[in-house]
């Protein structure tokens, strides 16, 4: 459990261009606002499809102005059409973990705001009516599904938004942007990120896809030795982010926040552990503000101290920076439902720092549906 929860922690400059063109929007439109029942489940929720779909996202947000950071969003009981199920149903006693190892698709388990892009096994979406699912609440800090029995009072309502794109080719995106946001003691350069970028490239030019780095800046490093967070607790981790994103300006620009030694502590579980990176939400992108929705890397070193950088030379950064926008992009750890090799040339391996730069054809889908992949 301890590894499947910590499954996306790895223990592990220049302008827009002006005559870039528009990106694919995939804009969120409210499905409604639905009661949740003192199980934590929402009730089934239907929602059309209309032909030619090509990519459904689904978005599970607190009504305006509540705040629950003790339970997260996961869907469940995902079905196409009513039969196909996509998401099987949760158990307390078997599906303790972020995300199901066995489901046709992923849902991963998410605070602040969640957010489910279908489909994501890198088959393309079947002609399909209706999606139905519920929105299911969990325990952020044990990932267990919630009760009103054991857990007290749970939030009453969450909200759905959805989206959908059309006719997107699987091949469609291209490019990628990305902004380093310096919120650590590291001296970051455009020159060492020079460096850096053509390595983290080599991970994604045999699938056709570039990354551009567009920003880079500097935002207050928090206070204090590390930064903590769990779970339930993605205060800090929010704050940057949304810090992070005014600094950048850039929409559909992916930020890859340095952060102190990154600090996972759960003491519900009695887990302590120094952390390489961190993405809290699988796919990113498409969560609402406050989410914590970010790449934060370790640039300190947890051993030697903040005036320490945590990583060896541009190589090692790069290799974490490539690791974690493929956890940004959609993809999990392998071996995953994909039928990823699990050996150790893989991007997604979980120890990012093996020599680990393949992407597999059906890891290369899953990016390229990514909405934030350009033309
Ligand atoms: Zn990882």
Redesign the pocket.
Known sequence: MVLLLM????S?HSADSAAEKKPESLDFTLLGTYPVGNDGRSELITLKVASSTELIAIRSTWPEGQSHPNFCFQLEEVRADGTEQWVGKTTVSSENHTTCSECLHRVYMQAGSGAFLFPNNGQSLPELSSLTFKVVLRDCLTALPVSADVDGPIPAHVVVETGTLKNKPAAAGKRLSVAIVNASNSSITPEFMDVVMPLVQQAYQPIGVDIELVSLSDIARPDGERLEYNGANMSLLGDLADTAAKSIGHKQTVPIILTPCLHFENPLLQISNDVK?V?PHIPGGLVSPGSADAVFVSAESCLFGPDSPAWLDADGLARILA??L??FLGLY?VPDHLGTDPQSDNL?H?D?LSVAFIINPTQADVIRRHPWLKE
């Not at 499954?7 to 790895?10: F, K, R, V, Y």
């Open positions: 499954m996306a922690a790895c592990a990176a993405v690791h974690e493929g956890h750890h997604m979980p990012e």
